[in-house]
């Protein structure tokens, strides 16, 4: 099975940098992919990563490190629009029935203050 | 280049009635997945296709529930003699492979009174 976790709510200022987190335990892995849910809308793809390090978007970053079960996503620049949920996502390992879906986390309710 | 769409955006049913949901998957992407998401749960996947094929249905319930991603035309979820706690957003996604990621629809909220 998969387990995810990442924080319920976080509040940032408008401008500043926030990082979110997520730790997950999967019995396979082949992917972490982030991604953005206004209230009422589709989920929106921001980034993924297979291999651990930084993999860089414009103002969002995402890091992975396969070993420790953990990833982040880093949004600079804040503005008052990225107030929205952000949901991360594992894809279990290549080979069996199961790849291809997605296990998705319950998503950290981000609120930007100006 | 359209995105995935799903139809309606609104559904509404009563009970006992069978609800059906349409997604047609973005142009050149031949992989959908369904996912439902509960009122402030997170997504959950239901199943996952390949034109004409169910590769996965791990997270679809066993009764009441079916889908399917004919040769032609979009896929359908389809749910019969719904009950109330089958309200939820259902969205659907497609990919090119198995190896890219997913892009969602807009969903179709289903309300079952």
């Known amino acids: 099975g998969q387990n995810i976790d990442q924080p319920t709510e976080m509040t940032a200022t408008e401008g500043a940098i926030v990082q979110i987190n997520c730790t997950y335990q999967t019995s396979g892995f082949n992917g972490l992919f982030w991604y953005q849910q206004h209230a009422g809308e589709a989920p929106t793809f921001l980034s993924y990563n297979v291999l651990d390090g930084l993999e860089e978007k414009g103002r969002f970053s995402s890091f992975l490190s396969r070993s420790k079960g953990y990833s982040y996503l880093l949004l600079k620049e804040l503005q008052m629009k990225d107030s929205a949920s952000y949901l991360c996502a594992v894809r279990a390992n290549a080979g069996g029935t199961s790849y291809g879906k997605l296990t998705f986390g319950q998503g950290t309710i981000l609120t930007v203050h100006p | 280049n359209a995105g995935v769409m799903q139809n309606p955006r609104h559904l509404v049913r009563r009970r006992g009635q069978e609800a059906r949901l349409r997604c047609s998957p973005m142009?050149?992407?031949?992989?959908v997945y369904w996912y439902r998401q509960l009122p402030e749960e997170g997504l959950k996947f239901m199943v996952y296709?390949?034109?004409?094929?169910?590769?996965?249905e791990s997270g679809m319930p066993k009764e009441r529930f079916s889908a399917e991603f004919p040769k032609e035309g979009p896929s359908i979820l389809r749910i019969q003699q719904v009950v109330r706690g089958d309200s939820a957003a259902y969205f659907c996604a497609s990919s090119p492979n198995r190896n890219q990621p997913q892009h969602f629809g807009d969903g179709t909220r289903l309300s079952i009174l």
């Open positions: 142009k050149g992407h031949s992989h």
């Open positions: 296709l390949q034109k004409e094929n169910i590769i996965d």
